[in-house]
Every structure is written in C-alpha cells, then in structure tokens.
C-alpha cells in the first residue's frame, strides 16, 4: 500500500486547513487509515483514525471538537478536516494505514502498530 499525503500549508491561528491522502496498491487489505503528527523534536505521536469498514472515528483529546476525519472508500482517500488551528499543531502531518484489525485504544495510538506511512505534509500554523 503507497499513502500520498497532500494540503499541508501556512495558516494563520484560528483558520482551517484539509488534509487529503490518497492509498494505491493493495488497499483493500487496510482496515484502518489514520493521521499521526510529529513537531520538531517531538516524538510521532497519534491525531485521529478511522476504521474504513464501519466509519467509526477515533481522535485524539488535544484535537476532538476541532478536526474531523472522513473516508471516500470509492475513492481510497481519507479527509482530516483541521478548524481552529492553534501554533500547536503545527507539526508534520503524516497518513498511516493498516490491515490490523485488532488494534485497541492503547496500541492505536502507537506508530508501531501501522504498517503503511505516507510521506508526510506540513503544516504550520502562526500566531
């Protein structure tokens, strides 16, 4: 599975900004695609992640109520949809994927547990 990431951009604290990532190959084995984040000197950590089958939504605490993750299964492509952007999100912004359907809300979170990175797309939010 190739994961193209595209949107990230400069935008001004408050604005919003649309994450698109696009999966080739062999994508009808993901159960799961999902955005992480890393800041500079920071570890990768999780944003929000969908299960495609059901659409059921995962997020993290420090984004839930401001981005919403969306699916076009037709089209293989995930949306993460960012609102009220603050300068701490700003970070690069990576699409993962993977065919493991067990993952529970702890190893969700962990880069580990996905299998399939894209290549990354930044986004930098000013103050």
């Known amino acids: 599975v190739q994961l193209q990431a595209s949107g990230g951009g400069l935008v001004q604290a408050g604005g919003p900004l649309r994450l698109s990532c696009v999966a080739s190959g062999r994508t009808s084995t993901s159960v799961y695609m999902g955005w992480f984040r890393q800041a500079p000197g920071k570890e990768r950590e999780f944003v929000s992640a969908?299960?495609?089958?059901?659409?059921?939504?995962y997020y993290a605490n420090s984004v839930k109520g401001r981005f919403t993750i969306s699916r076009d299964n037709a089209k293989n492509t995930i949306y993460l949809q960012m609102n009220s952007l603050k300068p701490e999100d700003t970070a690069v912004y990576y699409c993962a994927a993977t065919p493991n359907a067990n993952l529970i809300s702890s190893t969700r979170v962990q880069p580990s547990s996905w299998d399939y990175w894209g290549q990354g797309t930044l986004v930098t939010v000013s103050s």
């Open positions: 969908v299960r495609l089958n059901y659409g059921t939504t």
